[in-house]
């Protein structure tokens, strides 16, 4: 099989021998432990805990450790690059410092009330806002929605799918205690009124989450307080 990866200088071609179950993160360690050790990627779990070897193939970004080459290999060939909407260290390698300031950016950070001395808050399972962000709070931080979204390769200050979604939690988290200031945080051009709603981000989490419905959940919560005048 023929393998073009996007190396700093341009795409390079390498031959790597198919076999069966072969993942593309299988591919790419080949390369780089057989063809060229000087080629830079990123792994971790190698089973789809982590995220870390988020990369696009064929033009689609994936967790590539999750990817079986058959279902994604056409005509015996594959293009492997790194996430897009992110700057590149190197090769396969991104820089996520700007995705996860966006989540900062977001008020992505939980902010409760209680001390170590007080009980557990304990949140029922079955309240309405915990319901609402069940699959939401699985996100790992893997970056697959943030390289498929079309807005933010608009418009690099968006927030953003995952940073959203992240707010979208905590804004429905009874116990925590900064939901103005995080409805503030997203309302703005930045914000969740700047999604398009166009799905890309669902349809390819790797997690099958939605941050698309979390920003809808967002733009509803901000019109709310914006009508009541805390915004
Ligand atoms: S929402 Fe899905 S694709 Fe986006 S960062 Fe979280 S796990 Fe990854
Ligand atoms: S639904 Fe919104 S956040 Fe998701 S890819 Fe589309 S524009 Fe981006
Ligand atoms: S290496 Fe952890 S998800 Fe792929």
Known sequence: ???????NSGFQEFEVPRHPSQTVLD?????????????AYRYACRVGMCGSCAMTVNGVPRWTCRT???RVVRNDALEVGPLKNLPVIR??????????????RARGQFAGERTKRDDFHKVKPSSSDRVQVDSNIECIGCGVCYAAC???AWNPDYL?????????TLVKDERDSLK????????????????????SCTERCPKHLSPTAGIAGLKRETAKALLKGEL
């Open 27 to 39: 591919v790419v360690t080949y390369i780089q432990r057989s063809l060229d050790p000087t080629l």
């Open 91 to 104: 090769d396969l390698v991104t820089d996520m410092r700007e995705f996860f300031d966006k989540w900062a």
């Open 180 to 199: 103005t200031e995080r409805l503030r945080a997203v309302a703005g051009d930045a914000g969740c009124h700047s999604c398009h709603t166009h799905m």
């Open 160 to 168: 953003g799918p995952a940073a959203l979604n992240r707010a979208w």
């Open 1 to 7: 099989m023929k393998v073009f990866v996007k190396r």
């Open 68 to 70: 079986h080459v058959d």
């Open 150 to 152: 079309d807005v933010v």
